[in-house]
């Protein structure tokens, strides 16, 4: 069964720090996403990648960065964290293919006060 | 641009009613249609997918191009089926050979005893 490791379930940061949300996933899939949830606006795409240091801006990049420097692990970067970016935080993967699922992670929750 | 669109937030059935939770899209291309659930402090996971055809836990969703729609549909309606349900759409990126899937708001369905 693919499982899709997200490093924390909670964190809580002060605005202006960097964050880091590590993602890993252990089925050797090509694509990996990283979306934010919120209530109202469901699965808003951030960032995605499809092969080890290729990203391609999502819906919503401003504020983010993504790091992939390994096929393994997706990294999505707060570079100076926001009140605004408090939110649900969900990784996921799928193999390269049109019909391919994705699989997503149990989530981080972010809060940054 | 690539949409989808869940028109109701909520949705409240009584167990053993039918339940419809509608979807529609906006793409140019041929589509890829994906039911995603969420229940209660778990992760999100693939329900169905369009080019499977399979009915998965009494679900099943129809594919209407003409009026763009993937309406999820159950004839009888289970208290374990109240959950957050997404309708997604996976379009092709081509500059980078990758898809990438677009998740509407989401419904919320419950249950009533």
């Known amino acids: 069964d693919v499982k899709v490791t997200q490093s924390s379930r909670y964190l809580v940061k002060r605005t202006g720090e960097k964050v880091f949300l590590e993602c890993v996933q252990d089925?050797?899939?090509?694509?990996m996403f990283w979306y934010r949830q919120d209530p109202g606006l469901g699965l808003r795409l951030i960032y995605f990648?499809?092969?080890?240091?290729?990203?391609e801006k999502g819906d919503i990049p401003e504020g983010y960065s993504v790091s992939r420097e390994k096929k393994e692990r997706f990294s999505l970067i707060l570079e100076s964290a926001s009140t605004n970016q408090t939110s649900m935080y969900l990784c996921?993967?799928?193999?390269?293919?049109?019909?391919?699922?994705?699989?997503f992670g149990n989530g981080t929750r972010l809060t940054v006060t | 641009a690539q949409r989808v669109t869940q028109p109701e937030k909520l949705l409240s059935v009584f167990k053993g009613a039918p339940v419809e939770l509608k979807c529609n899209y906006s793409?140019?291309?041929?589509?890829?249609l994906f039911w995603y659930v969420q229940y209660s402090r778990q992760r999100l996971q693939l329900l169905l997918r369009?080019?499977s055809r399979e009915s998965i836990k009494g679900f099943t969703a129809d594919l209407n191009k003409g009026e763009t729609s993937f309406h999820l549909k159950k004839p009888f309606a289970q208290e374990e089926d109240s959950a957050m349900y997404y309708c997604?759409?996976?379009?092709?990126?081509?500059?980078?050979?990758?898809?990438?899937?677009?998740f509407g708001k989401g419904t919320k369905l419950t249950v009533n005893p």
């Open positions: 996921a993967s799928s193999l390269l293919g049109f019909y391919s699922p994705l699989h």
């Open positions: 089925m050797d899939h090509e694509n």
């Open positions: 990648s499809y092969d080890v240091k290729m990203k």
């Open positions: 793409y140019s291309g041929s589509p890829e």
């Open positions: 369009h080019i």
């Open positions: 997604a759409l996976k379009t092709r990126i081509t500059q980078g050979g990758s898809e990438k899937l677009v």
